[in-house]
T-cell receptor, first 115, second 115 residues
Framework: EAQVTQNPRYLITVTGKKLTVTCSQNMNHEYMSWYRQDPGLGLRQIYYSMNVEVTDKGDVPEGYKVSRKEKRNFPLILESPSPNQTSLYFC??????????????FGPGTRLTVT | AQSVTQLGSHVSVSEGALVLLRCNYSSSVPPYLFWYVQYPNQGLQLLLKYTSAATLVKGINGFEAEFKKSETSFHLTKPSAHMSDAAEYFCAVSDHNGGYNKLIFGAGTRLAVHP
């Protein structure tokens, strides 16, 4: 089954404690992306990756890191989480259409609370 | 910069009534356009997409959307609402020219369906 998986689904942590949210896709997609969803703001892109070892900032990258060492995995790292990073996080992947993005497949989401 | 505007953060309809969710985009070239649906506690699921083929696009669950270049709109409609359509809906745009590498999402419209 084609899917994007994220772990953990729920996470409560304290300010400053490093954490990693994993993302994996089994569709051999070149493009992967992280979004955060906040009420009234829709989804905002944090980072994206066009392929292995190619990553770039989205609209709200501050406080986050990513890596793309393998095509299927795209972990999101919060080195020193703060309460304003409390949010619902989605990973997504897509094939490319020309130089643009096709249909994105989303993971189930990770609800992060930072106290 | 690209932008997407969804008019109305909340829309309420009666079961069996027409559903109309509005989306306007800004783009200097014809974009790729998408509608996604998010059911409670789930990730986003693609409803339909416009990729420069037919301007009237049919999606899943009886939804359709019409691309109107002159109005820069891509409104989502369904002739008869069902209780199971209650969810949040997101319009998104991707520029497939010039190497634009992300989707821009609207803020979302929450659809309520009442008996």
């Amino acid at each position: 089954e084609a899917q994007v998986t994220q772990n953990p689904r729920y996470l409560i942590t304290v300010t400053g404690k490093k954490l990693t949210v994993t993302c994996s896709q089994n569709m051999n997609h070149e493009y992967m992306s992280w979004y955060r969803q906040d009420p009234g703001l829709g989804l905002r892109q944090i980072y994206y990756s066009m392929n292995v070892e190619v990553t770039d900032k989205g609209d709200v990258p501050e406080g986050y890191k990513v890596s793309r060492k393998e095509k299927r995995n795209f972990p999101l790292i919060l080195e020193s989480p703060s309460p304003n990073q409390t949010s619902l996080y989605f990973c997504a992947s897509s094939s490319l259409i020309g130089q643009g993005i096709g249909e994105q497949y989303f993971g189930p989401g990770t609800r992060l609370t930072v106290t | 910069a690209q932008s997407v505007t969804q008019l109305g953060s909340h829309v309420s309809v009666s079961e069996g009534a027409l559903v109309l969710l509005r989306c306007n985009y800004s783009s200097s070239v014809p974009p790729y356009l998408f509608w996604y649906v998010q059911y409670p506690n789930q990730g986003l699921q693609l409803l339909l997409k416009y990729t420069s083929a037919a301007t009237l696009v049919k999606g899943i669950n009886g939804f359709e959307a019409e691309f109107k270049k002159s109005e820069t709109s891509f409104h989502l409609t369904k002739p008869s609402a069902h209780m199971s359509d209650a969810a949040e809906y997101f319009c998104a745009v991707s520029d497939h020219n010039g190497g634009y590498n992300k989707l821009i999402f609207g803020a979302g419209t929450r659809l309520a369906v009442h008996p």
